[in-house]
């Protein structure tokens, strides 16, 4: 497959789901990974279910993609899960990528007046972030929430889940069917646009100081944020992309306002204890706490909500590389795009290349784990707002998890 093809990403691409983990190795197999905090809320939703299904444990211990990164380098884990590729020091010589997870990064905040999702800008988030907008009720805010705003309106669709546990006294499995609500998509698996929304808004935004919460560890959620600040508001943010939000910042010291937490969960609990805060993270961090979420403006002028049927549809416009990564492209008017979705990525060892891997066992249950997430868990836990990579993406992934064993 030419590695430059542009790539689709559904929601969903069938009408039921059920389970078909059928390992072709030892069960009692306990995975042990790290990474990116971005993957968390699905990865803790699915190992459950995936324990129950195939018998093998998944531990994850999240830490930031930077540890996941430095960890499986160090090869302390089987698996790892990183938003971004190695950047600064060498990837061991048999790694692979594989693109198996797939969400919105949300514009988060805490303003309980406020009863409505507000509207931003790329140049008004790249202020905020660089602290050069402090208080709300900033006038480049207020014009940003007194305008008349178009959004998509995403179709759905009612599908039938299995989900399988475990009986703890009888030990047998317990099959239940439940229905769940995913984004509809057309023959070529695009999340389809079932209509638009036109209206004026007029948002009050109030008097009261913003404080911005960001990573202090190495995130790939901060480096594909500042990545965007970068890309769509060079002029306000000049600055490279980094994992390191410090270090991606304009300013040379962050300002009063500014406060950093380890970790997507850590961030959300300080949005959570400040009014007036705003932060970056995994959709689900925001739902989870009932934050409110900004609507982002895209390169076709079109304010879209974080949703996993608008990072298909934004993540559609990127190529894929030969390494199985992925780059976006955020300058590309795309109806419907929501400009902050990002592909994430789950680290593991090639076997038909030298260097250190796991021994046969734990490959294949590796590759398995790996298979599950991409084909299954996104459409048992939608409300966790992460997309079910299909097309030339999914077969580029299922390509990269066959190296593993």
């Not at 439940?178 to 948002?203: E, F, L, Q, R, W």
């Amino acid at each position: 497959m030419n590695s430059r093809k542009k790539f689709a990403v559904a929601a969903i691409a069938a009408a039921s789901l059920a389970i078909s983990t059928s390992p072709a190795f030892a069960k009692d197999v306990v995975l042990n990974g790290s990474g990116a905090t971005f993957a968390q809320p699905l990865i803790d939703a699915c190992k459950v279910d995936y324990a129950a299904s195939s018998g093998n444990t998944v531990n994850y211990a999240g830490g930031g993609s930077g540890k996941g990164r430095t960890d499986f380098t160090n090869n302390l884990v089987d698996f790892a899960g990183s938003d971004a590729p190695f950047v600064g020091i060498a990837e061991p010589a048999n790694t692979i990528y594989a693109p198996i997870y797939a969400a919105p990064i949300a514009i988060m905040y805490n303003l309980p007046t406020v009863k409505e999702s507000i509207y931003l800008t790329p140049k008004s988030l790249a202020l905020i972030f660089s602290g050069e907008i402090s208080n709300w009720n900033d006038p480049i805010l207020a014009k940003d929430n007194e305008r008349t705003v178009k959004t998509p309106i995403y179709g759905t669709k009612q599908v039938a889940v299995k989900t399988t546990t475990v009986d703890k006294k009888t030990k047998k499995k317990i099959t239940k069917t439940t229905y769940k609500t995913v984004p509809d998509v057309d023959a070529n698996g695009k999340p389809v646009i079932a209509s638009y929304d036109t209206k004026t808004v007029n948002i009050d935004l109030p008097s009261t100081p913003i404080t911005v919460w960001y990573r202090t560890d190495t995130s790939g959620t901060s480096e594909n944020f500042t990545q965007f600040l970068n890309a769509t508001a060079k002029s306000d943010w000049p600055k490279a992309q980094n994992g390191s939000f410090i270090a991606a910042n304009p300013k040379s010291s962050l300002p009063f306002n500014f406060q950093g937490a380890s970790g997507s969960a850590g961030v959300a609990l300080g949005v959570k204890n400040k009014v007036g805060s705003i932060a970056y993270s995994e959709l689900s961090y925001a739902t989870d706490n009932k934050f409110g979420v900004a609507l982002i403006q895209n390169a076709a002028g079109e304010f879209v909500e974080p949703s996993a049927a608008g990072t298909s549809t934004f993540l559609g416009s990127g190529k894929i590389e030969d390494n199985g990564t992925v780059t976006k492209d955020f300058v590309k008017k795309v109806t419907g795009a929501y400009p902050l979705g990002t592909t994430s990525y789950g680290l593991a060892y090639d076997t038909s290349k030298p260097g250190q891997y796991k021994n046969q066992v734990m490959q294949a249950a590796v590759a398995d784990w790996f298979t599950y997430v991409l084909t299954t868990c996104p459409a048992k836990y939608p409300e966790k707002g992460f997309a079910l990579i299909t097309g030339p993406l999914a077969d580029k992934a299922k390509a990269q998890i066959a190296k593993i064993k």
